[in-house]
């Protein structure tokens, strides 16, 4: 790994590991919504998505970077000479965030993607936490998945590892259970991806589950036509409609049992 890319990789866990620690404490400052659980219960549930969250970041430095790394080592050079810099940073962002929001949804869609994504639906209550909340089968299939992209649209590594870092921020900020001034976050929402949008999708009912899919932008739900008209109330229930939160155990092998 270069030099510059080693930099790049560790600002990218001192930002989104600061960004991540800061919501976590903002959000017990400024709670939008009460937490559901008795505290015995609200420390396991912590305790559940640290846990998944752990696994992953064991597997980002053992393979997911080095697949990414060597995607982009194959890269397919189709890019006009325009396409870098700056400029072309923030396409590369604005296109990854495109693919994010289909890759989003076809894992709602296409049954065997969906066996791995609910582990993060089953959560039955929202905050930052619930951002690093994946099984670990999800990553690994979504790292194939986007090597791929890598190297047909010819993505550097620089991008792809600054769109990480962005989608950790933008993840950690609209999981949160953060209470933000109403027009301030109604603002925010024409442009980003806010808690008021993206607590609909963890809604307990498949059909506000299966919208709003967009991680970063917010546009991307209004152009496809998947922006739910829920609005988010504070005690509306969160999670899978009609299965229950499961123990850490259950969470890993949740996607190999049937039903």
């Given amino acids: 790994m270069s030099g510059l890319l080693a930099r790049l990789l560790a600002w990218k866990g001192v930002l989104a590991g600061s960004w991540l620690l ?47 790394a ?13 396409w870098r810099g700056a400029g072309g940073l923030a396409l590369d962002l604005l296109l990854l965030d495109g693919l994010i929001y289909w890759w989003h949804r076809a894992n709602h869609v296409w049954p065997l993607l969906w066996r791995f994504h609910m582990v993060h639906h089953l959560d039955r209550f929202l905050d930052a936490s619930s951002a690093i909340r994946f099984h670990f089968g999800e990553v690994l299939i979504s790292a194939t998945a986007r090597a ?30 953060l209470r933000l001034p109403p027009r301030f976050e109604a603002a925010l929402a024409l442009v980003v991806i806010t808690p008021s949008i993206h607590w609909v999708h963890h809604r307990r009912r498949r059909s506000d589950t299966d919208s709003n899919y967009g991680t970063v932008f917010s546009f991307w739900d209004r152009l496809f036509a998947s922006r739910s008209p829920t609005r988010r109330e504070l005690q509306m229930p969160i999670g899978v409609e009609g299965f229950d939160e499961l123990a850490i155990a259950g969470l890993i092998t949740r996607p190999f049992r049937s039903g």
């Fill in 22 to 68: 800061l919501m976590l404490v903002a959000e017990r400052l400024r709670p939008a919504a009460p937490l559901p659980l008795t505290p015995p219960e609200g420390r396991l549930r912590l305790l559940r998505n640290f846990a998944l969250a752990a696994i992953n970041f064991g597997l980002s430095p053992a393979v997911v970077l080095p697949l990414s």
């Fill in 70 to 82: 060597l995607a982009a080592s194959h890269a397919l050079a189709w890019r006009p000479a325009w």
């Fill in 148 to 177: 791929g992209a890598i190297v047909l649209l010819g993505f550097p590594l620089a991008s792809i590892l600054a769109f990480e870092t962005l989608v950790l921020i933008a993840t950690a900020f609209h999981h949160s259970n």
